[in-house]
């Protein structure tokens, strides 16, 4: 799956949770399902540059579909 948005990697990060899962917060998804670094059961990029590469990797253009919520011009300037 591929996000964006305003402070996204932030924000994913945040509910991803920590990669020990014995340091995430309850609620995030390491925080409630992980058991190990070692068997980490999702990744997210640390940086927007990270996550082009990443992207890259997994995804073609074509798979990727960009969206706007008609809301997006009253809530950010």
């Not at 920590?18 to 995430?24: C, D, E, W």
């Amino acid at each position: 799956m591929v996000w964006e948005g305003e402070n996204v990697v932030t924000a994913a990060r945040k509910i991803i949770g920590a990669t020990n899962p014995i340091s995430a917060d309850p609620g995030s998804i390491r925080g409630d399902f992980g058991v190990s670094i070692g068997r980490n059961l999702i990744h997210g990029s640390d940086a927007i540059e990270t996550a082009q590469r990443e992207i890259s990797l997994w995804f073609t253009d074509s798979e990727q579909v960009g969206w706007e919520p008609v809301r997006h011009s009253w809530l950010y300037e």
